[in-house]
């Protein structure tokens, strides 16, 4: 009866928390990921092991993404769709004299990703106070791997941008454990196509793993994106790197530059080894699937020697994150530096948010941007809301985003409050 | 002599008469005991699409004695992120050993609600955990950690049942003659029931219809 209680107590209060947050703020005044639900046919297994909620992932599913979409240690037992053989494992013995064998999915492993918003704009000068963008993103997903050591990922986005649908193909081939031999199984892997998808930026709080509708403030604001090149990475329990070099510009042969690293203090492994255990018993009830107790440190670094509009950059930044049973909280900062406008832009922020079922995820972030040497640039806001699996592959968010500084819209003779907004995201792959 | 072989002759004589009639009702009496120890078959069918891909269990609800459990433990394993076997019918009393026989970690829970309520914790690879079952009934297990793994154990009070197969077919065979009440479970139907009449070395057939979706 107690243990009843405390669950309607909790219903209660997690709806309470979530709808009030939004409303509350109302009174006073969108995000990219990837979830391939391929890999939930091809394992047979639910979203959850690798997202929580979608497409955030959980400690497995970065396990899994870092070791080419191959369940970490003994990928074979557990795959229930069995691969095509592109040649029988013993023709290894025969290489150089025969193809090196492989295999290719048995299924072509595609997904969809249909992601659908209504803004409202409460305050402010906007005349267009609502709007629906059904769909807002359509995006066609495949990624897999060809036999042990090559890995793949390729998607094609259609996104609404006013009036009409703007694409965006990106692939990549990822060639893994080269010089296993020499320097260790992991460390050292190849990356060929859109690279720094998960590698430019924060690693701790990257914009594809975030489950909020607002992307980070240091993305929109710093120019992150995919772009061609090349990426070396690795990892270990505890550690993860990578470097690449990659264009900006095709018409310069200036290249870019970067650099992260991440280290990960408990939890299961970034190689998928360690990770949770816990004693039960009577009277007890397992813990989430997305409990990771752990600690994660992360940094990175920038140097774009072309830049948008022939103003090279330089971008530096780290990030912390502590996972502790249902909470995760989390801090960043970057800086960034422009060479001929001199303008230095510092972003900081903090989030958190809290499982309060495993369905229900309010949260809350706060993010700072300073900008020195040019005028009219600050910014300051909260992003407020709570995601809710409706289904494991059904997402739906209310979020609203309140700006308590707002610079460039005053400047241009708007107010602050013109950019505040209460957003409802449908979200949903198969 | 003469006297003496006939007085012998009588004696064997007599103790002949007295070995028969004594005899007599044991050698009356044989046919029927062991009519008793062979018991009944009962045989049928559970007629639903469902049994197909979810295979029901059909059991005798309560045979009059004690049926201890089994002194090699029922195994219930996790691998390949599935639970198998998918359903374990034990007799009340069983300790289960459940297993971890994969690379990732794993645990096994029963929901609020179910015959035998726990929680085995989160462990590794190679881990052997315990569960004793006392109470009858269903007791469906999870994984907290793959949500979709599934599985139920079934807590009998007797060995008299059986699974059906794809057909939805089953065989109860060596069944007490008696009176029972023949029940079903299946994870996806209705639990049914039907009186059974088991005669000694006979088959019942019985059919059990109209199965309705939980």
């Known amino acids: ?430 | 002599m003469e006297a003496s072989m006939k007085k012998s002759f009588s004696l064997g004589l007599f103790r002949c008469v007295l070995l028969f009639i004594f005899s007599l009702p044991l050698v009356v009496q044989t046919p029927s005991v062991s009519a008793a120890e062979q018991g009944g078959t009962i045989k049928g069918v559970v007629d639903s699409p469902y049994v197909k891909r979810y295979p029901a269990l059909v059991y005798i609800d309560y045979v009059n004695g004690k049926f201890p459990p089994p002194k090699e433990n029922p195994h219930m394993s996790q691998k390949g992120m599935v639970f198998r076997p998918h359903i374990l019918p034990i007799l009340k009393g069983a300790t289960v050993d459940f297993t971890n026989d994969d690379t990732v970690a794993h645990n096994v829970f029963s929901p609020p609600g179910s015959a035998t309520p726990f929680n085995l914790g989160i462990y590794g690879t190679g881990v052997k955990k315990t569960e004793t079952f006392n109470h009858l009934g269903e007791v469906p297990l999870l994984c907290s950690v793959h949500p979709e793994m599934s599985a139920f154990v079934i807590v009998l009070q007797n060995p008299y049942y059986a699974l059906t197969d794809n057909d939805g077919n089953f065989e109860i065979k060596n069944v007490p003659p008696g009176k029972y009440q023949l029940k079903t479970w299946d994870e996806k139907l209705k639990a049914s029931s039907q009186p059974v009449t088991v005669a000694p070395g006979k088959t019942t057939t019985v059919e059990f219809k109209g199965m309705t979706k939980r």
């Open chain 1, 1 to 430: 009866m107690n243990g009843k209680d405390g669950k309607m107590r909790r219903i209660w209060l997690g709806s309470i928390f979530s709808v009030v947050l939004s409303i509350l703020f109302l009174a006073f005044f969108s995000g990219k990921a990837n979830a391939i639900p391929a890999f939930a046919r091809k394992y047979k297994t639910s979203c959850v092991l690798c997202h929580a909620p979608f497409p955030r992932l959980t400690a497995m599913g970065e396990a899994f993404r870092l070791n080419g979409y191959k369940l970490p240690q003994a990928d074979e037992i557990y795959v229930k769709e069995q691969p095509v053989s592109m040649g029988a494992e013993a023709y290894k013995k025969v290489f150089p004299e025969a193809i090196w064998p492989s295999t290719i999915p048995g299924l072509p492993p595609l997904a969809v990703r249909i992601i659908g918003d209504a803004n409202y704009h409460p305050f402010g000068h906007q005349t267009d106070r609502s709007e629906f963008n059904f769909p807002q993103e359509f995006t066609i997903l495949s990624a897999g791997s060809f036999g042990e050591n090559f890995a793949f990922f390729a998607d094609v986005g259609f996104e609404k941008e006013d009036d009409s649908y703007s694409t965006n193909p990106k692939a990549w081939l990822m060639w893994q454990n080269l010089f296993s031999g020499l320097v260790g199984e992991h460390h050292f892997n190849l990356k060929a196509g859109n690279v720094g998808r998960h590698t430019i930026a924060l690693p701790d709080t990257r914009n594809e793993n975030s489950f909020t509708i607002e992307d980070y403030l240091y993305v929109t604001e710093l120019d992150f994106d995919n772009e061609p090149g090349f990426q070396v990475d690795g990892y270990g329990r505890h550690w993860r790197y990578g470097v690449g070099v990659v264009e900006t510009d095709t018409d310069n042969s200036d290249k870019d530059f970067y650099g992260t690293v991440a280290w990960k203090f408990g939890g299961l492994g970034y190689d998928g080894s360690g990770g949770k255990s816990e004693a039960g018993g009577v009277g007890t009830t397992p813990s989430g699937y997305w409990r990771d107790d752990s600690v994660l440190f992360g940094g990175f670094i920038y140097r774009s020697r072309v830049g948008i509009n022939a103003d090279p950059y330089d971008r530096i930044g780290g990030d912390a994150r502590i996972n502790y049973k249902d909470v995760s909280l989390a801090a960043g900062y970057i800086h960034g530096s422009n060479d001929q406008t001199k303008e230095n832009k510092n972003i900081w922020f903090g989030e958190t948010y809290y499982f309060v079922f495993p369905w229900m995820v309010p949260y809350l972030r706060y993010e700072n941007l300073s900008v020195t040497n040019v005028g009219n640039k600050d910014q300051a806001r909260f992003i407020v809301g709570s995601a809710m699996l409706l289904r494991a592959n059904i997402r739906a968010n209310v979020e609203a985003r309140i700006y308590t500084k707002n610079e460039p819209r005053e400047a241009a003779g708007g107010e602050k409050k013109d950019d505040d907004q209460i957003a409802f995201r449908l979200d949903w792959a198969f």
